[in-house]
């Protein structure tokens, strides 16, 4: 037979109406009880020390009523089953074996294996009672900070978007920011979670917001967070620099920690439901707008069930006037890569190619590119800039390179000229007269081998060689080549006794005479007969 449990301000009624001098078939009556109940709670009442005629404030205390509800408890007499007594008597056994990290229902075997049988449901409430067994730890609320702090930030997969012209549709993410305070939320729907898409999501909440939060607290998505790490994260550098630009602080959470930043965790799943559910959008620009609009309009004007405030009125009244200054103009967000120097010094950025030095061939260098310019930086220390080039686009800076082999790759023939000049005006002359009839390519050749007979023979002997070449109208870098070879040095000619005409080498020298031949010569033999023909 079920019975109806009394209250505490029940009890505490009965005694205050029998103090007050009441009887107690009125008081049964009134409170709703039955008069053995009144009569039990009065002789208790007494055992304690109250007497009709008293105050009640005055001796009802919460102590003395405390202990008249204890002496007003039914004693039970056995509280659990003899397989729970079975269990108290393995006590020490079990916290032996769950302290060891052994599962449960191992435990309950082994105390099979000792002949001692108890069910597992037995088990597992005996050990949740001693040991708190399956107990989740107490959690302890976090607390919201200053205003305007510490804003979270997560990101996830909302709806899809209407069927385009190919009859395809588009599921789009979405960026939502959340005051740890106020809880006035900002949604920034997007295509791809990306370090670009991260810093414009930002420069967007800070207009919205109309400042910036001190602390940002995202998730450890790659677009913010390089190398996930409790103790200290490593920031995606693009994001870093624009943190510092801005003035705010990035401190992720940890991995798989929801906990970390709660009040932005279940957002996901609202305003997927709440801003997008059902709507009709068409493109990304109109599931921006509606964002918009549910956050300024809808839920900003929304009482929060937490709070009780609505988070827009929240937000403007503690929140806005203690947030850091808004930008003033937007962010130029940076390109960061880590491109590798080739043999020919160039290293290519969002498809465009630089020079670098010498020095650097064979290196990798970390490459940050923005509107203007394109910075190069080699173990932190900025090695060269450049202006930025549009894909395709080549910047080459002659001093990176020698200037012979750079005047060579831009076929400069003036310049090679004028080096050429510099030994002598024959040697000048014979170099402008390969420039005007070779080929532009074979022209530097041909004065790179002109410059190298210089090296070898001497400015002297080769402008000597040039002019005789030039008299005779001879620009075959060959022949000059075989000049030099042939011709005796005059350092030579002065100390030998024979004269320069001598030092002319006959054209017939390797001609021999009739004599050497094996068969006689009959050529005029047949000429004489053919004239006694005639």
């Known amino acids: 037979m079920g019975f109806r449990e009394v209250t505490m301000v029940e009890i505490k009624e009965v005694l205050r109406r029998w103090l007050a001098g009441g009887k107690k078939a009125e008081i049964a009556t009134s409170v709703g009880v039955d008069r053995k109940t009144v009569r039990r709670y009065i002789r208790v009442g007494e ?30 007499k056995r509280e659990h089953g003899d397989a729970y007594e079975v269990c108290v008597g393995e006590r020490d056994f079990i916290g032996k074996k769950l302290a060891d990290k ?19 449901s037995t088990l597992r409430r005996f050990a949740a009672d001693e040991f708190d067994f399956g107990k989740p730890a107490a959690s302890v609320p976090v607390a919201d900070g200053e205003p305007g702090e510490m804003v979270q930030l997560d990101t996830g997969w909302m709806t899809l978007l209407e069927p385009d012209e190919s009859g395809k549709r588009r599921r789009f993410r979405a960026w939502i920011f959340t005051p740890v305070l106020s809880r006035y939320r900002f949604v920034w729907p997007c295509f791809r979670e990306t370090t670009e898409g991260a810093i414009e999501a930002c420069e967007e909440a800070w207009t919205f917001y109309g400042g910036v939060f001190r602390v940002l607290i995202p998730d450890n998505t790659k677009a913010i967070v390089a190398k996930a790490d409790p103790l200290g994260a490593k920031i995606v550098v693009a994001m870093l620099e624009y943190a510092q630009a801005r003035g705010f602080v990035i401190d992720p959470t940890r991995v798989r920690r929801p906990k ?54 929240h937000f403007e009244s503690v ?16 390109k960061w890569c880590e491109p590798k120097v080739g043999p020919d010094q160039i290293a290519q950025v969002m498809k465009a190619i630089y020079s670098l030095p010498r020095y650097l061939r064979g290196q990798r260098l970390d490459a940050r590119a923005d509107r ?17 080039q549009p894909p395709g686009g080549k910047a080459i800076d002659p001093a990176d390179y020698p200037e012979e082999e750079f005047r060579c790759a831009q076929r400069d023939t003036a310049f090679m000229v004028r080096k050429a000049a510099e030994h002598g005006k024959s040697v000048e002359g014979f170099a402008r007269a390969l420039i005007e009839t070779l080929p532009p390519w074979t022209r530097i050749r041909c004065i790179y081998a002109l410059l190298g007979l ?81």
Not at 102 to 119: E, N
């Open 454 to 534: 210089v090296r070898r023979y001497g400015p002297a002997r080769v402008d000597e060689a040039c002019a005789m070449a030039l008299a005779a109208e001879m620009t075959d870098i060959h022949r000059l080549e075989r000049m030099l070879k042939l011709a005796t040095p005059a350092s030579k000619a002065d100390q030998s006794p024979i004269s320069a005409a001598a030092r002319v080498i006959p054209l017939g020298r390797y001609l021999r005479p009739p004599a050497e031949y094996a068969l006689p010569c009959v050529w005029e033999a047949i000429t004489d007969q053919e004239e006694e023909d005639e």
């Open 47 to 76: 055992g304690h020390g109250l007497k009709p005629g008293q105050v009640p404030d005055e001796v009802l205390t919460d102590e003395k009523l405390a202990r008249i509800v204890e002496a007003l408890r039914p004693v039970v």
């Open 372 to 388: 203007d310019l394109v910075k190069f930086y080699f173990r932190g220390k900025l090695v060269k800039t450049h202006t930025r």
């Open 319 to 334: 929140e806005k006037p203690c947030l850091l200054p808004a930008p003033d103009r937007p962010y130029d967000v940076p």
């Open 102 to 120: 052994v599962r449960l229902s191992k435990v309950r075997k082994l105390l099979g294996r000792k002949g001692v049988h108890v069910p597992y």
């Open 260 to 313: 970390d930043k709660p009040r932005v965790e279940r957002a996901v799943r609202d305003v997927r439901d709440d801003c997008f559910g059902g709507e009709n959008l068409r493109d990304l620009d109109g599931a921006r707008a509606r964002a918009l609009v549910w956050s300024a309009d809808e839920y900003g004007m929304r009482r929060h069930t937490t709070t009780k405030r609505m988070p827009r009125e």
